[in-house]
């Protein structure tokens, strides 16, 4: 099987499984636990640029994915900075602490 995509310049627009299957719940206040989860959702799911569009590198869904999303809201419902967030994406860490 070839990873190069068919000829077309068709865009990655169209989130269908976030369309059927909706947002993940973000559980407030968050709790300890997940925290480290959803630095792994971002990290492991962050944006990887092919010539279609933007994409989720593990699972090939439209970036943001549900689990990106998911990931990030939990981080900043935890009180972590959007800024830190990028830095942790930038780093590749999945085990990293989101706190400096
Ligand atoms: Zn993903």
Not at 20 to 39: D, M
Request: with cysteine.
């Amino acid at each position: 099987m070839s990873m190069i995509a068919a000829a077309g310049p068709t865009r990655v627009t169209a989130d269908p499984i976030g369309a059927a299957l909706g947002e993940l719940p973000v559980l407030v206040p968050v709790r300890p636990e997940h925290v480290p989860l959803a630095v792994r959702a971002v990290v492991v799911h962050a944006k990887q640029e092919w010539p279609a569009g933007a994409v989720c590198r593990n699972d090939r869904a439209p970036h943001p994915c549900r689990l990106a999303r998911w990931g990030r809201r939990v981080l900043l419902a935890a009180g972590v900075f959007e800024e830190r967030i990028h830095l942790l994406v930038a780093g590749g860490d999945p085990y990293a602490s989101p706190w400096p």
